[in-house]
Each structure stands twice: as C-alpha cells, then as structure tokens.
C-alpha cells in the first residue's frame, strides 16, 4: 500500500469538513489529506443515516471515529476500511462537554492504556494505518513527560502516526470555542517530541494561518494540519501543491475553482440537494478580493431561500464585478 503523504492536512471539523467542503477543498488541492468529521462509533453502529458516505473525487480521505470502546471502534474501522476510507483517527484530542460524558475525545489523554488498547483493536481488524489526533496535555497534565508516556503507550501498540494540536485543552469551565484559542500554543513542544521520537511520524495543528507557517514547520516535522483558515480562506489550498508538495501544475485561479464546482453543485441540485447545504462552505473563496462582501452577502442572502439554483451563484459572482 502506497504510504500517504502527510505533509498537509485539513483537519476534522465538526459541521465544517462535510463531504461538501471536502469535494470543494479536493479542486484546489490533489495532495492534501482530508479528514472528515468527527463520526461516534454510536452513530454508525445505531445510527439511520450513512455516516460514511463519501464523493470518490475525495481520496486521500481519513474517517475520524469518535468512541472509546475497543471492539466498536474496531468495528467501525472495519466498514470504513471497506468502504475505502485511506485511514482512520482516532479522536483523544476534543474537549466538549457532550463527549466527555461518552469518555472519549481529550479526555482519553489521561488513559493512554485505554487508547492503546482501541488502536490495538482496531490495527488488528484493518490494513490502512490507524493514527491518533490529540493534544499537548489536559487541565494539570501538562507536563512533557505526561505527554511522552500518552505517546510511548500508544505507540507501543502500534500506533506510528500522531497529529498533535499544540496546545492543552481545559476539560472544565472553557467551551470547545475557548479550547481552540485560550490554551497558549506551544510549537516547542512539538518540535521537541519530534526529536525525541524521529521514528514516529508527527504532524503539527493549530494556529497555523499561511503557507510560510507551514513549510517552517515543515523544517520540523513531518506534516502540519491546518484548520479554521483552510476553511475561512480556502484560497490558501490553491498552492499547498505547489508550495509545499512539489507540484508543478498551474494554480488554479479563484474563477476556475468556481468553475469547477459548478458541475458539483447542479448534481447536488437535481438530486433534490439544497443550495445552500453546498454555498455555506465555499463563501470564503474570494476572501480578501475587491466585491468578496458583495459575494458572500449575495449568497448568504439567497442560497437558502426555496428552489434557489445555480443562477445564484452566477448572480452573486456578477455582484462582485459591479462593486
Ligand atoms: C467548527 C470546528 C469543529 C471541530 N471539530 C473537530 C472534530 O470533529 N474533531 C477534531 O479532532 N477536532 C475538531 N476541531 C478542532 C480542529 O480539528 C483543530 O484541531 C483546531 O481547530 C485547531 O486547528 P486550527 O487552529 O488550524 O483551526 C474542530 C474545530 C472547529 C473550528
């Protein structure tokens, strides 16, 4: 199996990285990996919907799996695998409320022995890598040897790929919202891992905002994860190839990405889709060119109302040339 290039990544994002987003972020980059949102174990095992339902155009695709019991992660990983999912994550590093009272997400960070024994399950079932997103610490935890030892437990069950947001997430008193922004960054931190363990693949997240960020850490590890900007400013996606994976194709220009999603969007449409299921994720596209409001008000304003169509979007793109 050819390994996956690692070097940029869009991370999970609840609600944000739908296959939608994912479809849209595949125009701009053939080499970024996705990840999709985090899915609970409970979902697939019980649920109704298709939770993993995926546009083929979408690979190189991780499935994030939410849960901390071994034999449904393991089975989980099992259909996602057949599925043709590219890897599964597993989730230690989300701090929310709702899934703490399911033991999974960061709090797993003080269980290392349990996280290792849902890898172990899971690597025992699938042949695609099994990887773990977490955090540099939780609450007090936050020392380096804390980290280590989460990091020597789950390795030593096989787990050789680690995507570490560089800061610690409070389990009591702050919200997911504040868990991504209060918590200091500690980029050190990560560099230090990587040099301590130069067998294990490691990638850096959070914060990062420019292509420039990314290839200086690049100097350090092995990939960098990016989230909230890849799905603010998309645009930065269009050179990830170019800039850090040594592609020589063309960029492609904002227009052309446009362009190139409209085939997307007429299916979705026809299907019976909703415009603006697909319209929420890509009004960042223009985001600091002339008339970008003028696009992102056009759309906002009539994306969601009945039966509107493609016409939109050509609407909203012509009331940006008028600005
Ligand atoms: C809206 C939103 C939803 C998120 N959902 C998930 C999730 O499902 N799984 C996960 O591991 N992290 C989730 N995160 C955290 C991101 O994956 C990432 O670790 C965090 O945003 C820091 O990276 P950034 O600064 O590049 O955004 C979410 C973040 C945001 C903004």
Known sequence: MKPLNRTFSIAPMLDWTDRHYRYFARIMSAQALLYTEMVTTGAIIHGKGD??????????????????????????AKLAEQRGYDEINLNVGCPSDRVQNGRFGACLMAEPKLVAECVDAMRSVVDIPVTVKTRIGIDELDSYEFLTEFIDTVSAAGCDTFIIHARKAWLQGLSPKENREIPELD??????????????????????????????????LDGVMVGREAYQNPYIL????????????????????LEKMLPYIEKH???GGRLNHITRHITGLYQGEVGSRAWRRYVSENAHKPGAGIEVIHQARASMEAV
């Open 187 to 220: 980029y050190q931190r990560v560099y230090r891992l990587k040099r301590d363990y130069s067998a294990l693949n490691i990638s850096i997240n959070g914060g990062v905002k420019t292509l420039d960020e990314c290839a200086e850490h690049l100097k350090h």
């Open 51 to 76: 939770y993993l339902a995926y546009n083929e155009e979408e690979h190189p695709l991780a499935l994030q799996l939410g849960g901390s019991n071994a034999s449904d992660l393991a089975t989980c």
């Open 238 to 257: 269009a050179e990830v190839d170019q800039r850090l994976c040594g592609s020589d194709k063309p960029v492609l220009s904002r227009d052309a990405v």
């Open 269 to 271: 449409l026809q299907a």
